[in-house]
Structure formats: structure tokens, C-alpha cells
């Protein structure tokens, strides 16, 4: 059974920098590919990034050049680092095991301006 664990979130004000993580307990194929997605209060959950089996990664248009996903040598961490960080980047962020779809709790990004 594949576990997801969160951590990393925090306040900060616009241009600050956070890294998330993501610990990854009971790795199987499932957790081949990683993403993380973000909901914000009110609105539909959305990709914000993927890193593939083959270590190649994908941004959404909203991030790109500003989040970078990677994930560490044993696979059991990925990590979302966040620079230039907007108030419109406050939301809740959950990483996902994308071939089994399992999710984590979440932790918050909250940006003020």
C-alpha cells in the first residue's frame, strides 16, 4: 500500500522560496511517475507539475520557469522547489502517485503580497 506524505508548505510573501516534499512510503511501479497538483479555496484542483519514470518533467504554463520538480536518488522523496512565489500561487499542494492515482493529505502554500 502506497503512502504519500506532504511537508514543506508554510507562509511567505511574494518573490520568498519554498521547497516542498513529497516522502514516498511502500514504493512500487505505482510510483513511477509523480505529480503535484494544487487547489486553491473555490476552485477545481489543477496540475502543477510531473516528473516521469524516465526523469523527464512537465510544468504547467503557470509555474514554468519558477517551480522545479525533481526527486532524489532512492526515489522515495520527490520534491517541488518554488521560487518567485506569487499570491496566486496560495493553495493547498498534494503530490500523486499517478499510475495508481493515490494522493497525499496536502500542506499549504499561503503568499502574500
Known amino acids: 500500500q502506497v503512502q504519500l506524505v506532504e511537508s514543506g508548505g508554510g507562509s511567505v510573501q511574494a518573490g520568498g522560496s519554498l521547497r516542498l516534499s513529497c516522502a514516498i512510503f511502500g514504493y512500487t511501479v505505482c510510483t513511477y511517475d509523480m505529480s503535484w497538483y494544487r487547489q486553491a479555496p473555490g476552485n477545481e484542483r489543477e496540475f502543477v507539475s510531473r516528473i516521469r519514470q524516465d526523469g523527464s518533467t512537465s510544468y504547467a504554463d503557470s509555474v514554468k520557469g519558477r517551480f522545479t520538480i525533481s526527486q532524489d536518488g532512492t526515489k522515495n522523496t520527490v520534491y517541488l522547489q518554488m521560487n518567485s512565489l506569487k499570491p496566486e500561487d496560495t493553495a493547498m499542494y498534494y503530490c500523486?502517485?499517478?499510475?495508481?492515482?493515490?494522493w497525499g493529505q496536502g500542506t499549504q502554500v499561503t503568499v502574500s503580497s
Open positions: 500523486k502517485a499517478d499510475r495508481c492515482k493515490r
